[in-house]
């Protein structure tokens, strides 16, 4: 089997190495977005990869908003809400914010 191996990736850190892997996967399921897709879903691994090159999927989240296209996407790091919020306050200055996904009652 070492003979049928006809690339490699010994860097996962590497963005380049790392879009070599994405493309043909993203191309599987994205027929014609992988070029769009692969450098923000490398550029998302990369952000949440510990030392070790492992990350945990569930840490990157997809949102989608309807009316746009692949070519729109983009990655933000941070929190999306998809639903509006309920305050009136639309900007904050060193602000410390608790998201719950859960009922919360203050009393």
Do not use: H, W
Request: proline share 4%.
């Amino acid at each position: 089997l070492p003979d049928l191996v006809c690339d490699g990736v010994t860097d996962l850190k590497d963005k380049d190495q790392l879009l070599k892997i994405l493309q043909p996967v993203l191309a599987s399921k994205q027929y014609g977005s992988e070029q769009t897709l692969a450098p923000i879903v490398a550029d998302a691994c990369l952000t949440v990869m510990d030392a070790q090159g492992k990350f945990n999927a569930e840490s990157v989240r997809v949102c989608k908003i309807p009316g746009s296209s692949v070519s729109q996407s983009t990655l933000l790091e941070g929190y999306v809400a998809m639903r509006g919020l309920e305050t009136v306050v639309t900007n904050a200055t060193d602000a410390k914010i608790a998201v719950y996904a859960c009922g919360f009652e203050a009393s």
